[in-house]
């Protein structure tokens, strides 16, 4: 653990836009590393879960061995970030999932995967997001999911098209969109200060 005023940040690096989330979170004034192992995770003070394939991501946690370390790390309520991917992995249940398809949980939602559609119809919009002061973040959707639905303990953060596209339930934060590929780094922003409150 490092002093509060620069945590020490992980990256899940088993697949996924790893790199982009250090650069961001290193901006946002963070030490961030890459996580692969579970003695990787015991040196962090918080997490972010990347974009990327979920089906892909889960069957490599268990490949190596993270899969109950993570839930472990949500479980002791250590800040975590999901964007994506990632947010499909922090829900507590999932719609058109693979029957194999683990998660973490941590957020009591329902998330539907690949809700914005295919590829190819990846876009762009502005969204507005609660607590992040300075006007809408642009938001990056490439084959995202959606928010179905949220338990009481849920606070949605941001909407769009009449779904929930950024949500937190405690120290979990998910987003449908990919902050970490438009330079504009106030969400991990919000998260790095997440981790900070966390840690005090």
């Known amino acids: 653990m490092t002093e509060l005023s620069t945590p020490t940040i992980g990256v899940l690096a088993l697949q996924g ?7 961001a979170l290193t901006d946002a004034g963070a030490q961030a590393r890459p996580v692969r192992r579970p003695e990787e995770l015991a040196e962090v003070d918080g997490l972010v879960i990347p974009g990327g394939e979920s089906t892909t991501m889960s069957k490599l946690a268990v490949v190596f061995g993270m899969l109950e370390p993570l839930r472990a790390f949500v479980r002791d309520a250590k800040p975590v970030y999901g964007t994506c991917a990632g ?11 693979r029957e194999d398809q683990e998660t973490l949980g941590g957020i009591d939602m329902i998330v539907r995967r690949n809700a914005f559609g295919r590829q190819n119809e990846s876009f762009e919009a502005a969204i507005e997001v609660a607590g992040i002061p300075g006007g809408p973040v642009e938001g990056v959707f490439i084959r995202a999911p959606w928010v179905e639905s949220v338990g009481a303990a849920v606070e ?15 120290n ?15 969400v991990h922003a919000l998260f790095v200060e997440m981790v900070r409150a966390s840690a005090e």
């Open 17 to 23: 836009d790893v790199r982009e989330h250090l650069k």
């Open 87 to 97: 947010m499909i992995m922090v829900a507590d249940k999932l719609l058109d999932a």
């Open 172 to 186: 979990v934060l998910a987003t449908s969109f990919h902050p970490e590929l438009t330079g504009d780094h106030r």
């Open 156 to 170: 949605v953060l941001a909407t769009y098209g009449g779904h929930a596209v950024a949500v937190r339930q405690g």
